[in-house]
T-cell receptor, first 111, second 115 residues
Framework: LAKTTQPISMDSYEGQEVNITCSHN???????ITWYQQFPSQGPRFIIQ???TKVTNEVASLFIPADRKSSTLSLPRVSLSDTAVYYC????????????FGTGTQLKVEL | EPEVTQTPSHQVTQMGQEVILRCVPI?????FYWYRQILGQKVEFLVS????????KSEIFDDQFSVERPDGSNFTLKIRSTKLEDSAMYFC?????????????FGPGTRLTVL
């Protein structure tokens, strides 16, 4: 199981772009990279998933270099409501696979 | 947008008592999970459930734990004899069979407090 390493915490201000990088040196060929968000006292919520290069959706972008040993979640123009814990997960995709969460990155957005 | 619901939102129980945590997954989901999160710690996988049987379970999910999908809509987690260390937030999650992503939909959680 590929281990992930993320910064414990990050601070930002409203309107700024936030980039959270995750290291996963032992990622396997069949593994995908998935990011979840968790607000206090709520369940985690899927943000984005990718295998390589760049993926973008209405919420975020995910950048994955060619060697796939790291990935960067990019949140454009954050607001106070983006204050949450962000988790990088690595594993097989498709139905029926458990999610293995690390400690995540606590993002705090201020005015 | 359909949501996963969980009841109760908060359960307080005495050590040694049985508790049943209930979840109603999204109707077209076929894979179901329970996770827990002890206060201040990471989310931990407990068990996955598919086609009316357990697919995988973690070391945490010992003989004191059981899961059931009694009527095709509810999905329950039972703890037979609670311990102090079972105090945690318990999340139910579901996943669609056609998903090509690791997109599990989590409920709001049940906070279990064992005294």
């Amino acid at each position: 199981l590929a281990k992930t390493t993320q910064p414990i915490s990050m601070d930002s201000y409203e309107g700024q772009e936030v980039n959270i990088t995750c290291s996963h040196n032992n990622i396997a060929t069949n593994d995908y990279i998935t990011w979840y968000q968790q607000f206090p006292s709520q369940g985690p919520r899927f943000i984005i998933q990718g295998y390589k290069t760049k993926v973008t959706n209405e919420v975020a972008s995910l950048f994955i270099p060619a060697d796939r040993k790291s990935s960067t979640l990019s949140l454009p123009r954050v607001s106070l409501s983006d204050t949450a814990v962000y988790y990088c997960l690595v594993g097989l995709t498709g139905g029926g696979n458990k999610l293995t969460f690390g400690t995540g990155t606590q993002l705090k957005v201020e005015l | 947008e359909p949501e996963v619901t969980q009841t109760p939102s908060h359960q307080v129980t005495q050590m040694g008592q049985e508790v049943i945590l209930r979840c109603v997954p999204i109707s077209n989901h076929l894979y179901f999970y329970w996770y827990r999160q002890i206060l201040g710690q990471k989310v931990e996988f407990l068990v996955s459930f598919y086609n009316n049987e357990i697919s995988e379970k973690s070391e945490i999910f010992d003989d004191q734990f059981s899961v059931e999908r009694p009527d095709g809509s509810n999905f329950t987690l039972k703890i037979r004899s609670t311990k102090l260390e079972d105090s945690a937030m318990y999340f139910c999650a579901g996943e669609a069979p056609t998903s090509s992503y690791n997109e599990q939909f989590f409920g709001p959680g049940t906070r279990l407090t064992v005294l």
